[in-house]
C-alpha cells in the first residue's frame, strides 16, 4: 500500500491550478482574496472569508441554500466562480441587517416562523430580497412560483410566502 | 405560572438563524483544518482488489489517502460499533474496515487534503480493482426471501376465518418506494485535534452523547477525550439518530495526520447513507355490511441491509386504532445489496398507515359509506390491542373539527363528480396515528443572584424548537422573563439526553426542567425561611411558587420574597441544581397522538398533473407548549405527506444496484409552488395521566396519514385509484 508519506515527495507531483488574486466588495468591505480558479463564490465565502451564513446543500444549484445576491441580482454561489466575480459588489446573509437592526425580511422571518432547522433560511432570504428588487412577484402564487428554487426540506412554505408579503408590503417593493 | 406555555413564543434562536449566526458542523473554521472527501464504491457487492492511491498522492497539497490497507486502528467487536438506536440484530457497518463491499456508494477511501477542492480532485484520481458478485437491490424480485421478524403486536380472533365471512371484503397491496431524508444540511464532521489524542468534534447529529460513546468504542478512546459538539442542526428526520459514517472518517482522518480534519459528504454521497425503507403492504379488511369491522390483517415486507435488521412498526397501527373482534399481523423484511434501512419521520407509521387508510377509504367505497363514517363507526375509546384507555383520545374531535373546517359536507361522494374549471376536483381524509413516547433525561438550571437562568441539557435542536420550548417552560417554572433565560444544548459533557427523535424530546425535555426547577424553588424555600421574621416562615414546598421574580404563596401572593433578597440573605450568588425526569412505568393506559386530515387535490386529466390546494389537519396531541413551532411541525408534516403521496421515490438501476436520482433536482421533494393551503387545527386535549404538563410530542404525527389522504382525494377526483407510490402522472394516465 503507497505510503502518503513517502509518495508525496516524489519528483512527479502534480500542481493544482495556481492561486488568483481576486478583490471583492462583500457587504459592503472590500476583500482581496488568493483563490484558485476553482474555488467557487460559495466555498470563498464559507471557507476564506469565514461567511458561513451562506449555506451549502447541494453544490449543483438544485436546493438554493446558497442564493447570495451579487450586483443586486440573486444567484446560486455554488454555481458562480469566486474569480468570476472580481469587482462585483456581493451580499450575504451577514450584511442584511443594518447596524443590529434586522432587515424587514429577517424580521418577519422570525415573525412567521418561516423557518425550522434554519439551514435554508439565508438562502431563502437573500432570494426573497432579489426578488422582491425584480419586482416581478405580486401574488402569493407568484410567490410560490419565483421562490421554488430555494428547498425548505422542513416545509416551512407557507409561512415563508406570508413572511416576503409582509416584508413586501413593508418594503414597498423596494429591496 | 404559565405566561409562556401554550403561547406563540418565537423562537428563542430565530435571530442567530436569520442573521446567519448560527453555526452548523461543517461551519466551525478551526485553526489548521484538512479536508477530506470520500470515494465511494461503484459496485453494490463484492471485493475489493486493488486501490491505487499513487497517482492521487502526487498531487501537491495531498496529506494522505486512508483506505483499509493503511487506516489507524478501528474496533473489531460489533458491540463497540453498536451505537444507541442500532437495530438488535446485525453487525453495524463499519466505514473503510475491510475490502468487502456491501452497498454501492459504500466509502472506501478517504482522501485528505490541504484544501477540500484538492482534496475532491484528488479523490477522482484513486483507481479502484473489484471483483464482483451478483447483487440484488429490488425488493419486488427479492419478497419470496423475506422472513418474518418478530414484533410485539398480539393478534386476536381468528382473522382469515371471519374475513372469509365477511359481508364485504376488500384485499389490495400498496407499496412505498425508498425515500430519502435529504435534510438540508450536508452530513459533516469537523474535528479539532487538541494533541494528546483529545478531541472536540462538530458533527451533524440529532444525538451528541450517543455519537461521543461510539467514537469511544470505535476508537478505545477514554470519555473525557472526546466531546461532541451540535449546537444547530440542519434538519434530521431520522437521518442524524445513528452516527453516520463521516464521523467516524473525519475522527479517522484526524487521529491519522495528528491534526484537525473536517468531512461533509456530498449530497450524492449521503445516498449512501439510511433511507425509509421500500416497503409492500398488503391489507385485507372484512366488514359487516352494517359498516363495522369482523378482521383486519396487515402484512408489511419492508428492505433491510445484508448486515443487520432494522423494522418499525408498520402493521401494528389498524389494529391499535379500530374496532375488529379479529385481527392479524406479519411483518417481515427482505436483505438486499443495499446499507441499513433508518428511522424516517413517523418510520412504520408513514408507511403502514398510508396502507391502511387507503383500504379503509376502498372499503368506505365498497360499503358506500362516507369514509369519516366507517372511522367513527369503527372507532374506539380504547387501545384495542392491549385492552387499556389512553391517557387522553380526542380523535373524534379530529374528525369533527377537521371536517367542518374542511367543509366535508359539502363533499358529493361520487368519484368524478366535482370540478373546478377544466380540472378535476377530489377531497380525501385519512386518520393519523403516533405514539407520544417520552425518555429518561437530565437538565441543570443554574440560577444567579441577578435574576438570570441557563438551563442545559444534551439535546439537539434538530429545528423542532427544543430551544425555545426549553426556555418557556424554565421561564414559567421560576417565574422570569423568558429573556432572562439562556438555553444550551448539544454537548455532550451536559446532563444526559436521548437522541432527538420519535416525538420524544418534547415531553422529556420539558419534564426535565420542571423537574429541575422544583429543585431551585426547594433551595429558595430553604433561603427564605432563613430570613428574619420571613413572610414564608412556615410555608411548605407545596404551598410557594416562583412568579414575577419571587418566590411567593401560593394562596397570597402578598406573602412573598424576591428571589435575589432570599439569595443575597443567605449569601448565595448562584444556584445549581441537575435532576433527572422520572416517569411511573404506566402499563394500564395508552399514549398516543391522533390526527385527522383532509385533502383536496385539482387533476388536470390530460397532462395527468396533480396539485394539492388544500390540506386540513386537525390533531391531538395533548397540551401544546407553542403554537408557533407546533403548527410549523405540523406543516411541514403534511409537506412530507405530500412528497410521499406525489414527488418521493429513490430510483435504482438494479442492473448496477445503484441509485439513478441521488441528488436534489432528480430525486423530487416539494417546492414552495407545489404547497398551497395549509390549515393546522390543535384539539383540545388535556392530559393530566401522561405526565405534570399534559405534554405529547409533534414531530410525527403531521405526516401520518397524510399520504392517503391525497391518494384517496386522487380516486375521488378521477376515479383511478394508484396505490404504488408516488402518484406520478404516468401511473395515473395508465390507471383503469
Redesign the interface.
Same mark, same amino acid.
Do not use: C
Given at each position: 500500500m503507497a505510503q502518503g508519506s513517502i509518495a508525496r515527495k516524489a519528483p512527479d507531483t502534480i500542481a493544482p491550478p495556481g492561486k488568483l488574486t481576486v478583490t471583492l466588495t462583500v457587504n459592503g468591505v472590500e476583500r482581496k482574496l488568493s483563490v484558485a480558479p476553482w474555488t467557487t463564490l460559495l466555498d470563498a465565502l464559507r471557507d476564506h472569508l469565514d461567511l458561513t451564513g451562506t449555506k451549502k446543500g447541494c453544490d449543483h444549484g438544485q436546493c438554493g441554500a446558497c442564493t447570495v445576491l451579487v450586483d443586486g441580482r440573486r444567484i446560486n454561489s455554488c454555481l458562480t466562480l469566486a474569480v468570476m466575480k472580481a469587482g462585483a459588489q456581493v451580499t450575504t446573509i451577514e450584511g442584511l441587517a443594518n447596524d443590529g437592526a434586522l432587515h424587514p425580511l429577517q424580521q418577519a422571518f422570525i415573525e412567521h416562523d418561516a423557518f425550522q432547522c434554519g439551514y435554508c433560511t439565508p438562502g431563502q432570504i437573500c432570494s426573497a430580497a432579489g426578488l422582491i428588487a425584480e419586482g416581478k412577484a405580486k401574488s402569493a402564487d407568484e410567490i410560490r412560483e419565483l421562490m421554488s428554487g430555494n428547498i425548505c426540506r422542513c416545509g416551512a412554505y407557507p409561512n415563508i410566502v406570508a413572511a416576503i408579503q409582509q416584508a413586501m408590503g413593508q418594503m414597498g417593493g423596494k429591496s | 405560572m404559565t405566561a409562556y406555555i401554550g403561547t406563540a413564543t418565537?423562537?428563542v434562536?430565530?435571530?442567530?438563524? @436569520?442573521? !446567519?449566526?448560527?453555526?452548523?458542523a461543517?461551519?466551525f *473554521?478551526v485553526d489548521g483544518l484538512a479536508y477530506g472527501e470520500v470515494v465511494e464504491s461503484t459496485i453494490a457487492k463484492g471485493r475489493i482488489v486493488r486501490?491505487?492511491?499513487?497517482?492521487a498522492?502526487? @498531487?501537491? !497539497?495531498?496529506?494522505?489517502?486512508l483506505?483499509h490497507? *493503511?487506516r489507524p486502528r478501528m474496533a473489531a467487536t460489533d458491540k463497540a460499533w453498536k451505537d444507541d438506536v442500532a437495530p438488535e440484530t446485525g453487525s453495524p457497518f463499519r466505514p473503510l474496515y475491510d475490502d468487502k463491499i456491501m452497498f454501492s456508494g459504500q466509502p472506501i477511501a478517504l482522501v485528505?487534503a490541504e484544501?477540500?477542492?484538492?482534496a475532491r480532485?484528488a479523490a477522482s484520481?484513486v483507481r479502484i480493482e473489484y471483483a464482483a458478485e451478483p447483487h440484488a437491490t429490488d425488493l419486488c424480485a427479492q419478497r419470496d426471501a423475506a422472513f418474518v421478524v418478530e414484533k410485539p403486536e398480539k393478534p386476536r380472533g381468528d382473522a382469515a376465518k371471519a374475513y372469509a365471512a365477511a359481508d364485504v371484503r376488500h384485499e389490495a397491496e400498496y407499496f412505498i418506494p425508498t425515500e430519502h431524508h435529504?435534510?438540508?444540511?450536508?452530513f459533516a464532521s469537523t474535528v479539532e485535534w487538541h494533541g494528546g489524542g483529545k478531541l472536540t468534534v462538530y458533527d451533524k447529529t440529532q444525538g451528541v452523547q450517543n455519537v461521543q460513546r461510539y467514537l469511544c468504542g470505535v476508537f478505545d478512546k477514554k470519555s473525557d477525550d472526546v466531546r461532541v459538539l451540535s449546537p444547530?442542526?440542519?434538519?434530521?428526520?431520522g437521518a442524524g439518530l445513528r452516527p453516520q459514517y463521516q464521523v467516524v472518517l473525519a475522527t479517522l482522518g484526524a487521529l491519522a495526520l495528528e491534526r484537525s480534519v473536517r468531512l461533509?459528504l456530498?449530497?450524492q454521497q449521503m445516498y449512501g447513507l439510511g433511507y425509509r425503507p421500500a416497503t409492500i403492504e398488503t391489507l385485507k379488511l372484512g366488514a359487516k355490511a352494517g359498516g363495522t369491522l369482523a378482521s383486519l390483517s396487515h402484512e408489511a415486507i419492508a428492505v433491510t441491509s445484508q448486515f443487520e435488521e432494522f423494522a418499525r412498526n408498520d402493521t401494528g397501527w389498524g389494529a391499535l386504532l379500530y374496532k375488529s373482534a379479529n385481527a392479524s399481523y406479519v411483518h417481515k423484511v427482505a436483505r438486499l445489496d443495499v446499507p441499513t434501512s433508518a428511522d424516517m419521520r413517523a418510520p412504520g407509521a408513514a408507511t403502514g398507515v398510508y396502507a391502511l387508510e387507503c383500504a379503509m377509504d376502498e372499503l368506505a367505497v365498497a360499503l358506500k359509506l362516507d369514509p369519516v363514517e366507517l372511522r367513527l363507526r369503527c372507532y374506539s375509546d380504547r387501545d384495542q390491542t392491549e385492552d387499556v384507555p389512553y391517557t387522553s383520545k380526542q380523535l373524534r374531535e379530529c374528525y369533527r373539527q377537521g371536517a367542518d373546517a374542511f367543509g366535508w359536507d359539502k363533499r358529493n361522494p361520487e368519484p368524478r363528480s366535482m370540478h373546478d374549471g377544466g380540472d378535476l376536483v377530489g377531497w380525501g381524509m385519512a386518520t393519523g396515528v403516533w405514539e407520544a413516547l417520552q425518555m429518561p433525561m437530565a437538565a441543570r438550571i443554574v440560577l444567579t443572584a441577578d435574576g438570570h437562568a441557563e438551563v442545559s441539557c444534551a439535546a439537539s435542536d434538530?429545528?423542532?424548537?427544543t430551544y425555545t420550548i426549553m426556555a418557556q417552560v424554565a421561564a414559567d417554572a421560576l417565574g422570569l422573563p423568558i429573556d432572562s433565560i439562556d438555553v444550551k444544548l448539544g454537548d455532550s459533557t451536559l446532563p444526559q439526553a436521548p437522541v432527538e427523535g420519535g416525538s420524544w424530546m418534547a415531553a422529556s425535555a420539558s419534564h426535565a426542567v420542571v423537574t429541575v426547577a422544583e429543585e431551585i424553588r426547594k433551595e429558595l424555600l430553604r433561603l427564605a425561611k432563613k430570613m428574619p421574621d420571613s413572610p414564608l416562615a412556615g410555608a411548605k414546598l407545596a404551598d410557594v411558587v416562583l412568579a414575577d421574580g419571587k418566590i411567593a404563596s401560593r394562596k397570597d401572593a402578598g406573602r412573598a420574597v424576591p428571589i435575589a433578597d432570599a439569595m443575597r440573605h443567605g449569601a448565595v450568588d448562584r444556584i445549581e441544581k441537575e435532576k433527572a425526569n422520572s416517569f411511573k412505568n404506566d402499563t394500564a393506559h395508552a399514549r398516543n397522538t391522533h390526527a385527522a386530515a383532509f385533502a383536496e387535490v385539482k387533476v388536470d386529466e390530460q397532462l395527468g398533473v396533480i396539485r394539492v390546494t388544500r390540506v386540513v389537519s386537525a390533531v391531538a396531541a395533548g397540551r401544546i407548549l407553542n403554537l408557533?413551532?407546533a403548527?410549523?411541525?405540523i406543516?411541514?408534516?403534511?409537506?412530507?405527506g405530500i412528497g410521499m403521496a406525489l414527488h418521493e421515490e429513490t430510483a435504482y438501476d438494479h442492473r448496477f444496484g445503484r441509485i439513478m436520482n441521488a441528488?436534489?433536482?432528480e430525486y423530487h421533494?416539494?417546492?414552495?409552488?407545489?404547497?398551497?393551503?395549509?390549515e393546522v387545527i390543535f384539539v383540545d386535549e388535556p392530559d393530566e395521566i401522561i405526565n405534570p404538563l399534559g405534554i405529547k410530542g409533534l414531530g410525527e404525527i403531521g405526516i401520518v396519514g397524510v399520504a392517503a389522504a391525497i391518494a384517496n382525494a386522487v380516486y375521488h377526483a378521477t376515479g383511478k385509484r394508484v396505490r404504488d407510490l408516488p402518484i406520478t402522472l404516468d401511473k395515473l394516465t395508465r390507471a383503469a
Open positions: - | 418565537p423562537r434562536d430565530g435571530r442567530a438563524k @436569520v442573521t !446567519g449566526a448560527a453555526k452548523y461543517g461551519e *473554521n486501490i491505487d492511491t499513487s497517482e498522492l502526487r @498531487v501537491a !497539497g495531498v496529506l494522505d489517502v483506505t490497507r *493503511n485528505l484544501e477540500w477542492e484538492i480532485y484520481l435529504n435534510p438540508m444540511e450536508l444547530f442542526m440542519g434538519g434530521g428526520f461533509v456530498t449530497r434538530i429545528g423542532t424548537g408557533n413551532t403548527r410549523s411541525q406543516m411541514g408534516g403534511v409537506v412530507w441528488n436534489i433536482a421533494v416539494p417546492v414552495n409552488a407545489d404547497v398551497h393551503d395549509i
